[in-house]
């Protein structure tokens, strides 16, 4: 069983930035996919950014490309979600997600293509 833990959620201006970190324990970190998603109040889960097991595929929601990077650190089991640039629009809970895949390169943008999910970290802009 896999847990995932999301920080560096919290108040920012507009124009700001932020760095959001997932730790993950309790599996073999380099053979899973990691994404971020964000929701709003009564609104579905979104996509924002994944990476491969690998770290050679990334994938972005158009709204965030150019704005956010995401990363990973095998070493520390963690991944990261920069995020430059913020707009209060992106005033969200975050979510980390994860799932075991055989591809080096394959990355989902869907709910269903991941089973863990961390409990989330708030990201509040203010204009």
């Known amino acids: 069983q896999v847990q995932l833990v999301e920080s560096g959620g919290g108040l920012v201006q507009a124009g700001g930035s932020l760095r959001l970190s997932c730790t993950a324990s309790?599996?073999?970190?380099?053979?899973?996919?990691m994404a971020w998603f964000l929701q709003a109040p009564g609104k579905e889960r979104e996509f924002v950014a994944t990476?491969?097991?690998?770290?050679?595929?990334?994938a972005y929601a158009d709204a965030v490309k150019g704005r956010f990077t995401i990363s990973r650190d095998d070493a520390k089991n963690t991944v990261y979600l920069q995020m430059n640039s913020l707009r209060p629009q992106d005033s969200d809970v975050y979510y980390c997600?994860?799932?075991?895949?055989?591809?080096?390169?394959?990355?989902?943008?869907?709910?269903?293509?991941?089973?863990?999910w961390g409990l989330g970290t708030q990201v509040t802009v203010s204009s």
């Open positions: 990476i491969s097991r690998s770290g050679i595929s990334t």
């Open positions: 309790g599996g073999n970190f380099t053979t899973y996919v």
């Open positions: 997600a994860a799932t075991k895949s055989w591809s080096n390169s394959w990355v989902g943008t869907a709910i269903a293509d991941y089973r863990y």
